[in-house]
Every structure is written in structure tokens, then in C-alpha cells.
């Protein structure tokens, strides 16, 4: 399922140290932010963006096994939540515009069956040709 987005992950040079710039941030911002709101200080976080920064710009082939980690649960996450979000748009739009227009009685093609019909086309009045109205086409 993933395997084609596996092979797509770029893991040269330019995209790790990428990786080490944002996590090295990461790091620092969820450090700042449990020092600031719970008084607590977790070294670790520091250690972690010590080791990216470090890494990033010293040896960036470091971070290979840890970007390709990374990423593969990046793309776990967005598969499952693609789903998730297309099944609560379908729910809370789609359906209820659906339920709305069978209550309504609004068809919005003509499927019904006629057999006494020569043709199913539906034929349009006949306009004159006007070039300039191909243009703008809204």
C-alpha cells in the first residue's frame, strides 16, 4: 500500500539536512513550550535538537535510518487520515445534501426508463455563433 511512496522518499543530502533544521526547531519549540506553560525542563528535548543540529550540518548520513522512519510514519498517518477526513466530508456534506434532495423530490439526472422514447437526447436551442462567448466560459 505504501510501498510506491516509499520509493519516492528522497533521502539525499539536501533532505536531511532539511530534516535536522526541522527537528532541531521541533525540538526546541516543544522544549520552550514545557518549560513556559508546566515549569517542567525535559533535557532530552535538548539533547535531541543538539544531536540534528550537529548532525544535520556535520554528518548528515546519520539521520538516513531516522528521516526513513520519519516519513514512513508520515505517509501511515496521511493514508489513514485521508480516509478519515473523506469519510467525515462525505458524511456531513455529501449525504445530507443527497437526503435533502430525495425529500425535495430534485433528480439531478433523468435516469428513468421510457419505452415509448425514440431517443434519450435531450436537444438545445438552436444560438447563433458567437466566438467571443468560447472565451469566457462562467
Same mark, same amino acid.
Given at each position: 500500500?505504501?510501498?510506491?511512496?516509499?520509493?519516492?522518499?528522497?533521502?539525499?543530502?539536501?533532505? !536531511?539536512?532539511?530534516? %535536522?533544521?526541522?527537528?532541531?526547531? $521541533?525540538?526546541?519549540?516543544?522544549?520552550? @513550550?514545557? =518549560?513556559?506553560? &508546566?515549569?517542567?525542563?525535559?533535557?532530552? !528535548?535538548?539533547?535531541? %535538537?543538539?544531536?540534528?543540529?550537529? $548532525?544535520?550540518?556535520?554528518?548528515?548520513? @546519520?539521520? =538516513?535510518?531516522? &528521516?526513513?522512519?520519519?516519513?514512513?510514519?508520515?505517509?501511515?498517518?496521511?493514508?489513514?487520515?485521508?480516509?478519515?477526513?473523506?469519510?467525515?466530508?462525505?458524511?456531513?456534506?455529501?449525504?445530507?445534501?443527497?437526503?435533502?434532495?430525495?425529500?425535495?423530490?430534485?433528480?439531478?439526472?433523468?435516469?428513468?426508463?421510457?419505452?415509448?422514447?425514440?431517443?434519450?437526447?435531450?436537444?438545445?436551442?438552436?444560438?447563433?455563433?458567437?466566438?467571443?462567448?468560447?472565451?469566457?466560459?462562467?
Amino acid at each position: 500500500m505504501f510501498l510506491h511512496e516509499m520509493k519516492t522518499i528522497k533521502s539525499g543530502k539536501k533532505e !536531511l539536512r532539511s530534516f %535536522a533544521k526541522v527537528m532541531t526547531i $521541533a525540538s526546541v519549540v516543544i522544549f520552550g @513550550l514545557a =518549560w513556559w506553560l &508546566h515549569g517542567v525542563r525535559p533535557v532530552v !528535548l535538548i539533547y535531541a %535538537a543538539a544531536f540534528f543540529f550537529l $548532525a544535520g550540518f556535520i554528518a548528515p548520513v @546519520l539521520l =538516513w535510518p531516522i &528521516h526513513k522512519i520519519w516519513m514512513t510514519l508520515a505517509l501511515m498517518m496521511g493514508w489513514v487520515m485521508t480516509r478519515i477526513i473523506l469519510t467525515i466530508l462525505f458524511y456531513l456534506v455529501v449525504t445530507p445534501i443527497g437526503l435533502l434532495s430525495r425529500i425535495l423530490g430534485k433528480r439531478f439526472l433523468d435516469l428513468s426508463f421510457r419505452e415509448n422514447k425514440e431517443s434519450y437526447w435531450i436537444h438545445r436551442e438552436q444560438c447563433e455563433f458567437n466566438p467571443k462567448k468560447y472565451e469566457v466560459q462562467y
